[in-house]
């Protein structure tokens, strides 16, 4: 289960910052260049040509499991902005977070999920598969937030 939410547009654009929950790992999905490898938490201009970036984040959850990331942009409103996803880690326990970098596909995606994206049949999917009839629950949440720091306060 991948929870796909891309931002576009006024929250993604060049000034534009990743604040997340404490992070435990980041690692570029493969096919990243070597060149964005470091540069997941800031977005500049979009650039006709340009690729796109993925990153697997493992952040530190709270005391109730929740963690998340935002996309905040100082220049929304009188105060900034941003859009934000959280989620309990435990039962979805990846993140992804993945940035198109082109013009006029100049979006980022910030996606919990069951399992990673490169794993087909791998022991994160195994575990992760419903058998027939079984049910979960997943929790998630999806909003807006005003100012960088009340933004900054929801990811601790």
């Known amino acids: 289960l991948l929870h796909h939410a891309q931002c ?8 534009t910052i990743l604040v997340t929950s404490p ?7 493969p096919g990243t260049p070597a060149s964005l ?3 997941f938490a800031a977005f ?12 697997y984040h493992t952040f530190t959850p ?3 499991g929740w963690a998340g990331a935002a996309l905040y942009n100082p220049r929304l409103g009188e105060r900034g902005m941003g859009v934000y996803v959280r989620y309990d880690t435990a039962t979805l326990p990846y993140f992804v977070q993945w940035k198109m970098l082109r ?9 919990p999920s ?31 937030v005003e100012g960088e720091d009340d933004c900054r306060k929801l990811m601790e």
């Open 23 to 29: 992070m435990a790992r980041t690692q570029p999905r």
């Open 114 to 144: 069951t399992a990673p994206l490169d794993e087909r049949g791998g022991a994160d999917i195994a575990a992760n598969t419903l058998q027939p009839l079984e049910k979960r629950n997943f929790r998630l949440e999806i909003g807006v």
């Open 37 to 39: 490898a470091g540069d």
């Open 8 to 15: 576009g547009f006024p929250c993604r654009d060049a000034g």
């Open 44 to 55: 500049g201009e979009p650039a006709d040509g340009a690729g796109e970036a993925c990153f």
């Open 62 to 64: 709270d005391a109730r």
């Open 103 to 111: 013009s006029r596909e100049y979006v980022c995606g910030l996606e």
